[in-house]
């Protein structure tokens, strides 16, 4: 299952599947008011195969903008599959997102740092905002005690998708508030120095994810840099055609089921 934020973002991941024809998007209603998108996705590049044989089919939610609706959406979903018999293998969060420029915070598999474009497969899926703060500073919910503010995706998984795409790896960090001065970028980029990407939804996700047992993936295509607010300057068209671009080129690279099943979760 793929989540996405909005509509745009849903039509981007699904444009690829398969080979681009639209009639064969099947709508699948869940309970409540939100529909499931189901696409098949050719197992190569570009060539649908006539026998479907290592073809993968997903299901793709617009499920709103942040994490309380990401994870809404992303329950109901798990749920509904897990009742009919059919639970998901993989639950990817994909979307557009602000980059996070600081050429140590990812290591490049090819290409230049998080600009316009660039997409970034994170290696955890991190709350940012998600604590408590205090006149020394923020502190995340685990260190009052309670649950986990990070989600590792399976590592191999991470790198093999990385390779496929050409995409950077990196933390991509979840914030209910997008950030839109200096000051909080620069906090943010401070305490967690291996960033390379923000977001809304990622870790409403995950959580609902590893609810279900069921290993998470986060992919983001960068439309702006993480900074003071400059709506204007956010490139969406040409994020959202690499979103397309790295789900048609990251099909192929998923592989066996069996090899994705660590779910892994780790305190800061
Ligand atoms: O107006 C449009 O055409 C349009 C098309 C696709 C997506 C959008 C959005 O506004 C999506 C909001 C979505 O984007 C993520 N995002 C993007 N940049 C950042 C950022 O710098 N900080 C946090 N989140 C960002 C986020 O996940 C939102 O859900 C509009």
Known sequence: MIVTAVAAERDAVTRVAP??????????????????????????????????????????????????AASCGAATALTAAALAGAPYDLVVSAGIGGGIVRTEAAVPSSGPGPGPGT????????????GAEAPDGFRPVTELGFGTVRHLPPEA?????AMATGALTGE???????????????????????????????FGVAEAAAAHGVPVLE????????GPRDRAAWRIPEALRALTSAFGMMVPALGNPASWKTVRTEDE
Request: a negative charge; charged letters at 15%.
């Open 157 to 161: 998984l991470v790198q093999a998708v």
């Open 19 to 68: 080979a681009g024809a639209p009639g064969d998007v099947v709508p699948l209603p869940l309970p409540g008011s939100q529909v499931l998108h189901r696409v098949r996705y050719a197992s190569a590049p570009g060539a649908a195969s006539a026998t479907g044989a290592g073809d993968v089919l997903a299901d793709v939610l617009a499920a709103g903008v942040g994490p309380a």
């Open 119 to 130: 997409v970034v497969v994170a290696t955890a899926v991190v709350a940012a905002d998600l």
């Open 219 to 226: 992919i983001r295509a960068v439309s702006n840099a993480v």
């Open 172 to 202: 991509v960090l979840t914030v209910s508030t997008v950030t839109g001065t200096a000051e909080r970028a620069a906090e943010l980029a401070a305490r967690h120095p291996r960033a390379a990407a923000e977001a809304m939804e990622g």
